[in-house]
């Protein structure tokens, strides 16, 4: 499953011809970030989920303790 700060690959690539977004926001809607040009995405965690192709990469957990 997705979280927050993963870099996802998208079944269409952005204009800029990349195809890796960042999760930047997460709720009942899911903001994503072209990682190549900035750009800023918003759609509904349905619509996310129909055009998300895979996940690239996971965020790192930094643990504290």
């Known amino acids: 499953m997705y979280e927050l ?6 079944k269409k ?3 800029c ?7 930047i ?3 009942a809607d899911i903001k994503i970030k ?3 040009c900035g750009h800023i995405v918003m759609m ?3 619509d ?3 055009k998300m ?3 690239l990469e996971k965020k790192l957990i930094k643990d504290s303790e």
């Not at 011809?17 to 999760?23: C, D, L, S, V």
């Open 25 to 27: 926001r997460m709720g």
């Open 53 to 55: 192709k895979k996940i």
């Open 44 to 46: 509904t965690r349905r």
């Open 5 to 10: 700060g993963d870099i996802v690959e998208m």
């Open 34 to 36: 072209c990682t190549n």
């Open 13 to 15: 690539p952005h204009a």
């Open 48 to 50: 996310f989920e129909k």
């Open 17 to 23: 011809q990349a195809n890796r977004w960042e999760i």
